[in-house]
């Protein structure tokens, strides 16, 4: 590159005129300077060029041509100023670079003043330009190129922009402290989420101030201010963020995100969570409590009865199992609707029952409930609550001029006396639950250890009686009924027995009750049915075939199918069979029963009463559903010597002659009852006397003999 241009004119002249000597040696340090000046001005970062008064060019230096295109050869000192302008016209400089360039302008015209401006030229570039007079004449001007400086001004003013745009957008409230801890950023949205205005909350705050005010102005609920701050600074300075819920005033809530900045300082956000955690909260409620009642459910009541037993202040609990008594025949006769609202009512009921707020009333499902009493001094507390639901829970449920009736049994084990940790408490309390419903409805039975060896042995028994059908264990005997005044065998009872190859010969009063709560006596019942009914059709065709039926067989639905599927694939005419069911069949509040059994004795069919006088005292089902024999249960004839139960009997017998009904007598042992029986009129005798439960083989012998007797007398 050329150094820089300096007009000869005027300096180089007066060179001239020195001689020898001091002269010589001012030329040369003229020369001297002259070089250090073009250097200097070669050397500078701004454009630069110098005009005497005449403008023409002293100086200019390499930048100056370079910002404006500038031809060195051509503008170099010397020239005038008005030939640059027209050489910059000439290489197409548009205007604007050329007033530029021109640069004189008004200050200069105007009054020789020194001016600084800035300008934009045709190529883009942005320069900064100074024009200065000089006390001689002529000006200097010096270009600076801040393209770069300008741009990056813009970005950052873009960058700013649009961060101010993001904060106010955001949805949610930001904070912004500086690593002194001040408050050097806070959006609308925060002032938004507060219902706050700017001035609440100037910058420069600190946090613990920040925090005061939200108090203060009532937003925030009150908090320990020193400790928020304290864990805040804590988490941050070991570099983590922190979180909570915040609680305002106003019942919303807002979740608090602190994060640290990697250049110091911290970053707040705040977001209205309020519907989130409701939605939350309705969530846990429902998964903790059951729908219908709105009662704890089973995991909530696990979960307080772990706190309860966690609690080491706790003192001796009550833990009840509690299960409705007949709630399946309000479904079944009402609906289930009306089960429904009698749950409900239950569940009222039950809440009103316990005392103390503290207690808790769960529903597991069905008509299973169960109960944590708190504070007990001993089991004498627990069977005041006891007695009490029995009590509640007994009473009639009115709905729409209908009327409901259920019981409550009940299972109680006490903590620490019955176990120590939930699981063990509520088996406990199930178990003497399931004692007591064994033992009949309505009652309450605490825990006694016994129960579980009972449990293990009576889940036992399931689980065999279960399989024993598939693997043809059981059997029917046969035992025969004698009619009273003829003396003759006029049919026989079918009685079942289960061989069981572990357990040897199983009375069905061991195993029926519990087919009967398994289920299972649905199937097993109708394998008896039809197997007694294929026995009697190869007897003679007066004999008749009782076969007993247990409740749960009729309400199971499709019983009265099962019978004439029976009699159809036997071929045994209907009247020759007679279904033997207990009082409370008859006790069943539904319909259902009642038309299962009026539709087969339609067909023919006998209906027999079983086991009279031990059920209901109450003989008005009689009205209800007539039937076509009253079985008197063998107790009555064990006691028969016995001046009362005489009577009781003769009562019976003469009810059953009134109202055209067959009276037999079960258990006849000996020739005294049989003689007394008679006398009173009874019809039918069965028992030991006349004869044991035998296998078929030996009760068709007995009829066969029976017939050749008949023929020959
Ligand atoms: P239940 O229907 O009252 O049957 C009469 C019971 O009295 C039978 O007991 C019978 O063996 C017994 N017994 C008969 N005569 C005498 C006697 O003179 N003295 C004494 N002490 N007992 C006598 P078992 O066979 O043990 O049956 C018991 C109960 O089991 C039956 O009572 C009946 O309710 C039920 N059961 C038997 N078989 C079936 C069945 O196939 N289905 C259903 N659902 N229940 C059945
Ligand atoms: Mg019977
Ligand atoms: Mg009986």
Same mark, same amino acid.
């Given at each position: 590159m050329p150094g820089a241009h300096v007009k000869t004119g005027s300096v180089a002249g007066r060179r001239r005129t020195t001689g020898i000597g001091p002269a010589r040696r001012i030329a040369e340090e003229l020369r001297a300077q002259n070089e250090r000046f073009s250097a200097a001005v070669e050397n500078m970062s701004h454009g630069l060029c110098m005009f005497d008064a005449d403008e023409r060019m002293i100086i200019c230096n390499r930048n100056y041509l370079d910002i404006f295109h500038l031809d060195a050869r051509v503008v170099k000192p010397g020239i005038r100023f008005f030939d640059i302008l027209q050489h910059s016209v000439d290489i197409g400089i548009a205007s604007q670079s050329a007033a530029a360039l021109y640069g004189i302008r008004k200050p200069y015209i105007d009054g020789a003043k020194p001016s600084t401006y800035e300008e934009v030229l045709s190529d883009g570039h942005t320069v900064v330009i100074s024009h200065r007079p000089i006390a001689v004449g002529g000006w200097v001007s010096i270009y600076e190129d801040v393209t770069e400086q300008r741009r990056a001004e813009a970005e950052l003013k873009e960058q700013h922009r649009r961060f101010d745009a993001a904060l106010a957008n955001m949805s949610q409230g930001?904070?912004?402290?500086?690593?002194?801890?001040?408050?050097?950023?806070?959006?609308?949205?925060?002032?938004?989420?507060?219902?706050?205005?700017?001035?609440?909350?100037?910058?420069?705050?600190?946090?613990?101030?920040?925090?005061?005010?939200?108090?203060?102005?009532?937003?925030?609920?009150?908090?320990?201010?020193?400790?928020?701050?304290?864990?805040?600074?804590?988490?941050?300075?070991?570099?983590?963020?922190?979180?909570?819920?915040?609680?305002?005033?106003?019942?919303?809530?807002?979740?608090?995100?602190?994060?640290?900045?990697?250049?110091?300082?911290?970053?707040?956000?705040?977001?209205?969570?309020?519907?989130?955690?409701?939605?939350?909260?309705?969530?846990?409620?429902?998964?903790? *409590? &059951?729908?219908? !009642?709105? %009662?704890? /459910?089973?995991? @909530?009541?696990?979960?307080?009865?772990d706190q309860a037993l966690g609690d080491a202040n706790a003192g001796p609990l009550a833990i009840f199992s509690l299960d409705l008594d007949r709630f399946k025949a309000v479904n079944d006769t009402f609906g289930h609707p009306a089960g429904d609202w009698l749950l409900k009512c239950v569940a009222k009921r039950l809440q009103h029952a316990v005392r103390s707020s503290k207690d808790v009333v769960a529903r597991f499902g069905g008509d299973e409930f169960a109960i944590?009493?708190?504070?007990?001094?001993?089991?004498?507390?627990?069977?005041?609550?006891?007695?009490?639901?029995?009590?509640?829970?007994?009473?009639?449920?009115?709905?729409?001029?209908?009327?409901?009736?259920?019981?409550?049994?009940?299972?109680?084990?006490?903590?620490?006396?019955?176990? *120590? &940790?939930?699981? !063990?408490? %509520?088996? /406990?309390?199930? @178990?003497?639950?399931?004692?007591?419903?064994?033992?009949?409805?309505?009652?309450?039975?605490?825990?006694?250890?016994?129960?579980?060896?009972?449990?293990?042995?009576?889940?036992?028994?399931?689980?065999?009686?279960?399989?024993?059908?598939?693997?043809?264990?059981?059997?029917?005997?046969?035992?025969?009924?004698?009619?009273?005044?003829?003396?003759?065998?006029?049919?026989?009872?079918?009685?079942?027995?289960?061989?069981?190859?572990?357990?040897?010969?199983?009375?069905?009063?061991?195993?029926?009750?519990?087919?009967?709560?398994?289920?299972?006596?649905?199937?097993?019942?109708?394998?008896?049915?039809?197997?007694?009914?294929?026995?009697?059709?190869?007897?003679?065709?007066?004999?008749?075939?009782?076969?007993?039926?247990?409740?749960?067989?009729?309400?199971?639905?499709?019983?009265?199918?099962?019978?004439?599927?029976?009699?159809?694939?036997?071929?045994?005419?209907?009247?020759?069979?007679?279904?033997?069911?207990?009082?409370?069949?008859?006790?069943?509040?539904?319909?259902?029963?009642?038309?299962?059994?009026?539709?087969?004795?339609?067909?023919?069919?006998?209906?027999?009463?079983?086991?009279?006088?031990?059920?209901?005292?109450?003989?008005?089902?009689?009205?209800?559903?007539?039937?076509?024999?009253?079985?008197?249960?063998?107790?009555?004839?064990?006691?028969?010597?016995?001046?009362d139960t005489a009577a009781i009997v003769r009562t019976v017998i003469g009810l059953g002659a009134e109202l055209g009904i067959i009276v037999t007598a079960e258990g006849v042992e000996t020739e005294a009852q049989l003689d007394m029986l008679r006398k009173a009129g009874c019809g039918e005798a069965q028992g030991y006397l006349i004869g044991v439960p035998a296998k078929a083989a030996d009760m068709s012998r007995l009829l066969r003999s029976q017939a050749l007797l008949r023929q020959s007398g």
């Open positions: 930001l904070l912004m402290y500086s690593a002194e801890g001040r408050l050097i950023v806070r959006n609308q949205r925060f002032l938004d989420l507060c219902n706050a205005k700017a001035a609440d909350f100037p910058l420069g705050m600190t946090h613990g101030q920040m925090l005061e005010k939200l108090v203060g102005l009532r937003i925030f609920m009150p908090i320990e201010i020193d400790i928020e701050v304290g864990k805040t600074k804590a988490a941050l300075e070991a570099g983590q963020s922190r979180s909570s819920y915040r609680e305002l005033v106003d019942g919303r809530t807002l979740f608090v995100s602190r994060r640290p900045l990697a250049g110091g300082g911290w970053v707040a956000t705040f977001e209205d969570v309020t519907e989130r955690r409701r939605a939350e909260e309705r969530m846990t409620h429902l998964a903790h *409590h &059951d729908t219908l !009642t709105n %009662l704890p /459910n089973r995991s @909530m009541f696990r979960e307080c009865l944590i009493q708190f504070g007990i001094k001993g089991a004498a507390d627990a069977e005041k609550l006891a007695k009490r639901i029995v009590e509640i829970v007994g009473k009639p449920y009115r709905d729409k001029g209908r009327e409901m009736h259920v019981g409550a049994s009940l299972g109680i084990a006490l903590y620490p006396g019955d176990g *120590h &940790d939930a699981d !063990t408490l %509520l088996t /406990n309390a199930d @178990m003497a639950l399931y004692r007591g419903k064994s033992e009949g409805r309505n009652v309450y039975r605490f825990f006694e250890p016994g129960m579980d060896a009972l449990m293990r042995e009576r889940r036992a028994l399931e689980v065999d009686l279960e399989a024993a059908l598939p693997k043809r264990e059981f059997e029917l005997d046969f035992q025969p009924i004698l009619n009273i005044g003829s003396g003759d065998i006029v049919g026989a009872e079918a009685l079942m027995r289960w061989r069981s190859p572990a357990r040897g010969l199983v009375s069905p009063e061991n195993f029926i009750p519990v087919a009967e709560e398994t289920g299972l006596i649905v199937q097993l019942g109708d394998w008896a049915l039809r197997k007694a009914c294929n026995v009697a059709a190869n007897w003679p065709p007066d004999m008749r075939m009782a076969v007993n039926v247990s409740a749960a067989q009729i309400k199971s639905g499709g019983f009265a199918r099962s019978v004439i599927s029976a009699l159809a694939f036997s071929g045994l005419a209907a009247d020759r069979l007679e279904l033997e069911i207990t009082e409370t069949v008859m006790m069943d509040e539904s319909d259902a029963v009642l038309k299962t059994l009026s539709q087969l004795r339609g067909l023919g069919v006998r209906i027999a009463l079983d086991d009279f006088g031990t059920g209901y005292s109450s003989l008005g089902y009689l009205r209800r559903f007539p039937v076509d024999k009253i079985k008197i249960d063998r107790s009555f004839i064990r006691d028969l010597d016995r001046r």
